[in-house]
């Protein structure tokens, strides 16, 4: 058996990651997941010619599907932290990092590793 590119590897990671947050947040419908695909083509491109980034597409490829989100659905992830007043979103941090966490700004807190929303309550998208 050959072995797996790692590029390949880190973009198979990223796709089950930012899945694993959709499914938590109970919004993987077929058209969402289809938005993970998207990201996931067009950061193999990314990836391609950039190698050293390969540990930064988890995070490239949540920031992707909650942009693409924004445009058609509204916010997602909702932050948990924070009761009261108007609803947001988490935010991805670091922006181009290693190990991305969602982040509530408003709190100032990190909530949950990309990836592990399950455990932290992520809401539906909201507007």
């Given amino acids: 058996m050959e072995p797996i590119d790692p590029l390949e ?7 089950a990651l930012v899945l694993a947050d959709l ?11 289809s938005m993970v695909e998207e990201s996931v083509v067009q950061r193999r491109w990314w990836v391609a010619q950039w190698p050293q980034g390969a540990e930064y597409v988890a995070g490239l490829v949540a920031q992707d599907v909650q942009d693409a989100l924004l445009e058609r659905y509204g916010r997602w992830p909702l ?21 991305p966490h969602w982040v509530c700004h408003q709190a100032g807190v990190k909530v949950a590793a990309v990836g592990a929303l399950g455990g932290a309550g992520s809401g539906a998208p909201s507007s």
């Fill in 23 to 33: 499914v938590a947040g109970e919004v993987a419908e077929a058209d969402i997941v």
């Fill in 79 to 99: 932050c948990p932290v924070c009761e009261g007043g108007d609803p947001h979103a988490l935010e991805v941090e670091p922006e181009l990092g290693a190990d």
């Fill in 9 to 15: 590897q880190a973009l198979h990671a990223a796709r």
